[in-house]
C-alpha cells in the first residue's frame, strides 16, 4: 500500500518533468520556426468554406423587415382561412386571389429558407443555384395553377368549404 502511494506521488512528477518538459520545449520552437502566421482554430485555407462571410448591402427585403413581411403573412393567413368557411367563393373572387397569392408566397418563403439554409450555394455550388431556381420556377408554376383554378374552376374557398364538409 505504501509503495503505490510512493510511486503514484513520485512517477508523474517524474514524467512530467523530463518529458513534458522536452515535448513543450519541441513544440514551441516549432511554432517559434513556422513562417505561417497562427490563427486560433487552425488555418485558414482560401478558396473552401472557411472562406470569410461577404457581408450583402442594407437593404429592406433583408433582416428584420423580411422577418416582420413573414411573420404578418404567416399571421393573416388564419384569418383569411376562417373567412374562406364563412364566405362563398363565387361571391368573394378577391378572396380566393389574396388567399392563393398567401398561400404560395408562405409555401415559397418556408422553402427557400429551407434551401439557403441546409444547401447553400458555398457549400454545394452546382446543387445550390439549381435547387434555387428550381423553386422559384416551381413556385411561378404553382401561381398560375392557382390562377386557373381561380378563376376557371371553383376556386379555393369553395374547395376548402367542400373538402371541411364532405
Known amino acids: ?20 518538459r522536452n515535448v513543450l520545449r519541441s513544440a514551441l520552437q516549432v ?22 462571410v461577404e457581408f450583402p448591402h ?5 433582416g428584420s423587415y423580411h422577418w416582420a413581411f413573414e411573420r404578418l403573412l404567416a399571421a393573416s393567413l388564419v384569418p383569411m382561412t376562417a373567412a374562406a368557411f364563412v364566405t362563398s367563393g363565387s361571391s368573394y373572387p378577391v378572396l380566393d386571389g389574396l388567399l392563393g397569392l398567401s398561400l404560395v408566397m408562405h409555401s415559397h418563403i418556408g422553402f427557400d429558407s429551407m ?24 413556385t411561378v408554376g404553382v401561381l398560375v395553377g392557382v390562377y386557373q383554378f381561380n378563376t376557371n374552376d371553383i376556386g379555393l374557398t369553395e374547395l376548402i368549404a367542400k373538402v371541411w364538409t364532405a
Do not use: C, E
Request: proline share 10%; hydrophobic share 40%; glycine share 8%.
Open 1 to 20: 500500500m505504501a509503495s503505490s502511494m510512493l510511486l503514484r506521488s513520485t512517477l508523474p512528477r517524474t514524467f512530467a518533468s523530463a518529458t513534458g
Open 31 to 52: 511554432r517559434a520556426s513556422s513562417t505561417a502566421q497562427y490563427v486560433p482554430g487552425g488555418p485558414i485555407i482560401k478558396g473552401t468554406i472557411n472562406d470569410p
Open 58 to 62: 442594407p437593404s429592406k427585403i433583408h
Open 115 to 138: 434551401v439557403v439554409d441546409y444547401v447553400h450555394k458555398r457549400k454545394f455550388p452546382i446543387i445550390g443555384p439549381i435547387l434555387t431556381w428550381t423553386l422559384r420556377t416551381a
